[in-house]
Every structure is written in C-alpha cells, then in structure tokens.
C-alpha cells in the first residue's frame, strides 16, 4: 500500500489542523493505521493509532484529549484532527500501516512520506 499524507502548515498555539493520509490500493481496512511524529534532533515517536474498522483507537499521553484519530475505508483515508495545537507538536508527522494491532514504529510495514506541521507560539 502507497500512503500520502497532507494538511500540514504552520500555526498558531491554541489553533487546529486535520492532517489526512489517502491509501492506494483495494485493501485499506485490512490494514491498522498509525500516525507518528519527529521533531528535529528527536526520535520518530508513536501519535495515535487506530484499529481496521475504527472501532478501537489508543493515543500518545501528551497528546490524548486534543488529538482524534479517524478513518473512512470508502476512502481509503485516515485523518488526525489536532486541536490546542502547542509549539511542542512541532514535527514532521506520517502516517504507517500494518497488519496487526501495535504502536512500535518497527511494527509498521508502510510510511507516508511526511507533513511538516509548525505551531508557533
């Protein structure tokens, strides 16, 4: 599977961004969803995952209750909505997907190639 990620920018602390991650290819629900992050100088650190049908989803402590993670399977896309935006969310974000249910990168057989998210203070 081919993943694209988009809907990165710069903004504002206390602001929001939906990023979204489109999924080429038919198998799309077959697959769990991943979104992680680095900031430069920093390891690539897991966001928020979310399982084949949307039913389960599990997030990052310093992200939980801003961050929703999200998918449509009739669009072959999932979304990460980011609100209270802080100038430590500043990263470059992917997305990744694998067939089983997990939150370690090494886990994760296909990665988007990136959306530079900047929140300025």
């Known amino acids: 599977v081919q993943l694209q990620a988009s809907g990165g920018g710069l903004v504002q602390a206390g602001g929001s961004l939906r990023l979204s991650c489109a999924a080429s290819?038919?198998?799309?629900?077959?697959?769990?969803m991943g979104w992680f992050r680095q900031a430069p100088g920093k390891e690539r650190e897991f966001v928020a995952v979310?399982?084949?049908?949307?039913?389960?989803?599990f997030y990052a402590d310093s992200v939980k209750g801003r961050f929703t993670i999200s998918r449509d399977n009739a669009k072959n896309t999932v979304y990460l909505q980011m609100n209270s935006l802080k100038p430590e969310d500043t990263a470059v974000y992917y997305c990744?997907?694998?067939?089983?249910?997990?939150?370690?990168?090494?886990?994760?057989?296909?990665w988007g190639q990136g959306t530079q998210v900047t929140v300025s203070s």
């Open positions: 990744a997907a694998r067939g089983t249910w997990g939150i370690d990168t090494y886990g994760y057989q296909y």
């Open positions: 290819g038919r198998t799309f629900s077959s697959y769990v």
């Open positions: 979310i399982n084949w049908s949307g039913s389960s989803t």
